[in-house]
Every structure is written in structure tokens, then in C-alpha cells.
Nanobody, 115 residues
Framework: QVQLVESGGGSVQPGGSLRLSCAAS????????MGWYRQAPGKQRELVATITTGGSTNYADSVKGRFTISRDNAKNTVYLEMNNVIPEDTAVYYC?????????WGQGTQVTVSS
């Protein structure tokens, strides 16, 4: 059974940094495309970033140049480094593991950007 557990969320001031982690279990982590999505209040869940099994990355335009996704296959963990955050980054951030169109989700971690 797939388990994805996010951590690292919290409150941060605009311009600050935060690092999210997602620990996976129950899957052969290295063969999954991993991703981060977010959902702000009253909005649909949206893609933030993905990373393939080969390490290729893809980012939403709104976070390009500020966020970095990475993975450590030895630790079964995917990370999201968030720099220069803005209030519009406030959302619940979800970890996603996908393979052949089948996706699993974590429970989410709240990120709040406010002065």
C-alpha cells in the first residue's frame, strides 16, 4: 500500500524559504514520477513541479526560478525547495506519485506566506 507523508510546511514571511519533504513507502520509489501540487482556498488543485525517474523536472510558470524539486531515491524522498516565497504561494501542498496514469497522494502540508 502506497504511503506518502509530507512534512516541512509552516508559516514563512514573504521573501523567505521553506523546504518540503515527502517520504514514500510501499512503492519502488525510483520508478515513479514524483510531483508536488498545491491547493489554495477556493481554488482547484494545481501542478507545482514534477520530477521524472531520470531526474528531468517540470515547473509551473508561477514558481519557475523560485522553487526546486529534487529526489533522493536512496531515501525514498522527494523535496521541494521554496525560495523567495510570495503570499500567492499560500496553499496546502500535496505530494504525488504516479506511474502509468495511476496516482497516489499524500495528506498535504499547509504553507502560509504572510508578514
Amino acid at each position: 500500500q502506497v504511503q506518502l507523508v509530507e512534512s516541512g510546511g509552516g508559516s514563512v514571511q514573504p521573501g523567505g524559504s521553506l523546504r518540503l519533504s515527502c517520504a514514500a513507502s510501499g512503492i519502488i520509489f525510483s520508478i515513479y514520477v514524483m510531483g508536488w501540487y498545491r491547493q489554495a482556498p477556493g481554488k482547484q488543485r494545481e501542478l507545482v513541479a514534477t520530477i521524472t525517474t531520470g531526474g528531468s523536472t517540470n515547473y509551473a510558470d508561477s514558481v519557475k526560478g523560485r522553487f526546486t524539486i529534487s529526489r533522493d531515491n536512496a531515501k525514498n524522498t522527494v523535496y521541494l525547495e521554496m525560495n523567495n516565497v510570495i503570499p500567492e504561494d499560500t496553499a496546502v501542498y500535496y505530494c504525488n506519485a504516479a506511474r502509468f496514469g495511476v496516482a497516489s497522494w499524500g495528506q498535504g502540508t499547509q504553507v502560509t506566506v504572510s508578514s
